[in-house]
């Protein structure tokens, strides 16, 4: 008897049109792969959160072109050996019944360590030797050992995914599978799993084998999670009368300090609308940066606890009456322009490695002149064609000189 399918397997993409929220890297994939022999670049690198549709994109695009597609997890094929026996064939051989092929490099990040030397080195060789365009797929593909790979690669980034989206995905498994749901549920948990769409459709066939997707089944699921989200941890803070409830509230969160600081700041006066209220609690939240403080410059770590009780408990306990409003948490803006900025001098930095690497300058000093190059690809477009063919600059980092 067949095993029942998961809703990841049932449910994954057939084509393109299944493909949420990421039409333009959709479409940069479908025309990098069908114009491959005119390209300058032998691989594509997808990039983006995880769950965010990169793997689903590469097969459901090789779907519609008629490839056959060769995939290879990074994290099971690793060094110089291995890549060269599994991968450097695979690229090389014909396939089957004549068909085009597609060799697929999942999880690019899964490459780390002295465990795994020469693993990028063989990697960079297979793609520049393949005979069938390479795909890559990576969550952070900016470190720094991966700049040999970044170089021999046109990059497409593939955006997180919107709860909104999350939220379509999930409702329409719902249909097809006739589960019976309560769409403020369904909505909590496409807000709980921020842009992983695995992880939410994961969670979604979890809850729906003991019944409908209700409150009681999203709690139940949340004993389940050894970790938990940052939305639960603002919840447990903001709703919560009871302060055992709030100090445990970022003790499962994979979210940094800092981050959990601006998360607090920025939806405090969403939730405490009551000006004394807002004050007390602002008042706790300052005196947790106060100590913070007194933690990054003398390192006295024991402080930490002082920190977590101002800014969970401290805060709970500023309220008379909590707020029975629905309030949708929202990250702080100072974090999406923190992410932007740190983009931007990542291609940066990408930018002046290849020029460097050429015109054997340091990647220190052409970042500097970074302006200069800018001003070229403003204001003489045939200067700049010459330039980004010279040093095989990608449509990502050519469109960051434009700006």
Not at 196 to 225: F, Y
Not at 297 to 307: A, C, E, I, N, S
Not at 334 to 340: A, E, S, T, V
Not at 354 to 362: D, F, N, Q, V
Request: proline share 2%; net charge neutral; glycine share 4%.
């Amino acid at each position: 008897m067949d095993k029942p399918k998961t809703f990841i397997n049932k449910y994954a993409p057939k084509n393109t049109k299944d493909i949420i929220g990421q039409e333009s890297g959709v479409n940069a994939l479908r025309n990098f792969l069908t114009n491959y022999k005119k390209q300058r670049k032998k691989a594509m690198l997808l990039y983006g959160p995880s769950g965010c549709g990169k793997t689903s994109a590469a097969y459901a695009v090789a779907e519609e072109l008629g490839l056959d597609v060769i995939e290879i997890n990074a994290s099971d094929c690793r060094n110089k050996g291995q890549i060269h026996s599994i991968v450097g064939v695979a690229s090389k051989q014909m396939s089957l019944f004549f068909r085009g092929k597609l060799i697929l490099i999942d999880e690019l990040d899964g490459i780390a360590g002295r465990e795994d030397y020469g693993g990028v080195p063989a990697l960079v060789d297979v793609i520049k030797n393949s005979y069938w365009p390479v795909v890559i797929t990576a969550n952070n593909p900016y470190d720094n050992k991966f700049s040999s790979v970044r170089n021999a690669s046109e990059m497409i980034m593939f955006r997180e995914l919107s709860s909104n989206d999350l939220f379509f995905i999930l409702k329409n498994i719902c249909d097809a599978e006739k589960i019976k749901y309560e769409e403020d549920a369904l909505k909590t948990l496409a807000r709980r799993n921020a842009g992983d769409a695995r992880g939410a459709i994961n969670d979604l066939h979890i809850v729906s084998v003991t019944g409908p997707v209700d409150e009681k089944s999203l709690n139940d699921l949340s004993m389940r999670d050894k970790t938990d989200t940052i939305h639960n941890a603002l919840t447990k803070i903001f709703k919560s009368t009871d302060v055992n409830v709030a100090k445990e509230a970022f003790e499962f969160v994979d979210e940094d300090l800092d981050k959990c600081f601006l998360w607090v700041d920025e939806n405090l006066p969403l939730e405490y609308t009551e000006q004394l209220e807002l004050a007390r609690a602002y008042e706790n939240l300052s005196r947790a940066d106060v100590f913070y403080g007194r933690i990054t410059r003398w390192q006295h770590w024991l402080y930490l606890t002082y920190v977590n009780d101002l800014m969970t408990a401290g805060i709970a306990s500023a309220k008379d009456v909590k707020n029975r409003n629905f309030v949708e948490y929202k990250p702080t803006g100072r974090i999406l322009k923190m992410w932007w900025a740190k983009q931007k001098n990542m291609k940066k930095k990408a930018i002046a490695e290849k020029i460097a690497e050429k015109t054997h300058l340091s990647a220190k000093d052409v970042r500097r002149d970074i302006d200069f190059f800018k001003i070229i690809f403003k204001n003489n477009s045939e200067m700049a064609s010459k330039i980004a063919n010279e040093f095989e600059l990608d449509a990502e980092e050519v469109a960051y000189l434009k700006k």
